[in-house]
């Protein structure tokens, strides 16, 4: 134990994940400050709160913030569903694999991002192809991470189960979904950030509300204190998305001892 002590990461620092942040709003400030960085290219922090407090006082930020929350968690909803159904289908069955893998794979090696001008074709421009565009990006994690937590299982505890006689929905409450839940969770981090990385672009595209839509606005206007501050929406919004996954990671996974302890 005192080896792994003296050659592991260390003990956890609190608020460990603040650290960076803060050090880059600091670097921030003091080229601001200093006039290292220029106002035109990058507003203040200062500017930037301040911009913020005005959009919130207006009612504009919260707005358009609903909306891409809205879409975000319709393209998570349905892309985390569909990935899972997949992921156990081709997990658990050769023919299902044979089917289902190929065409994941090959959705793998295309970005989501460029399907949009074949999904305007096929579903417009509406807030059909936005959601869509959402859930193929989330998809995709979900699927390749969730099959692989099941195509790693021991086989010794297939055997085992085997062995006693368990059915089929024991055999997937006890093996199967222990056995999948890491690779679940890890797909689970990569499908929150895609769904952010997808909402910046597809608002971008005949969007009348949203905060890449109030973004694109502000680049029309030259209002780089309001495109900052829809950027850091969009951060806050991916690191607490990310937080919260990695403790439903903790919380579901106390049996695993890992460096992260």
Known sequence: MRCARRLGPGRPIPFGWAIGPVLLLAVWSIGSATGWIDPRNLSAPWDVVRTAADLIEEGRLQEHLWASARRALAGLAIGIAAGLVLAVVSGLSRLGEGV??????????????????????????????????????????????????????????????????????????????????????????????????????????????????????????????????????????????????RLVQRRALTWRRTLAD
Not at 176 to 190: K, Q, S, T, Y
Not at 207 to 226: C, F, K, N, P
């Open 100 to 245: 289902i893998d190929g065409p994941v794979q090959i959705k793998r090696s295309i970005p989501s991002l460029a399907l949009i001008p074949l999904l305007i074709l096929w579903f417009g421009i509406g807030e059909s192809m936005k959601i869509i565009t959402i859930t193929l990006g989330v998809l995709v994690p979900v699927y390749i991470h969730t099959h692989n937590g099941l195509r790693t299982i021991d086989t010794r505890y297939v055997e085992l189960a085997e062995t006693v006689r368990l059915g089929r929905a024991a055999f997937l409450r006890h093996v199967v979904l222990p056995g999948a839940l890491p690779g679940f969770l890890l797909g689970l981090r990569f499908a929150v950030t895609t769904a952010w990385l997808s909402l910046v672009v597809v608002e971008q595209v005949n969007a009348t509300s949203g905060i890449g839509y109030m973004m694109e606005l502000a680049r029309t206007y030259g209002q780089t204190d309001v495109i900052v501050v829809g950027l850091v929406v969009y951060g806050l919004l991916g690191l607490v998305s990310d937080g919260l996954v």
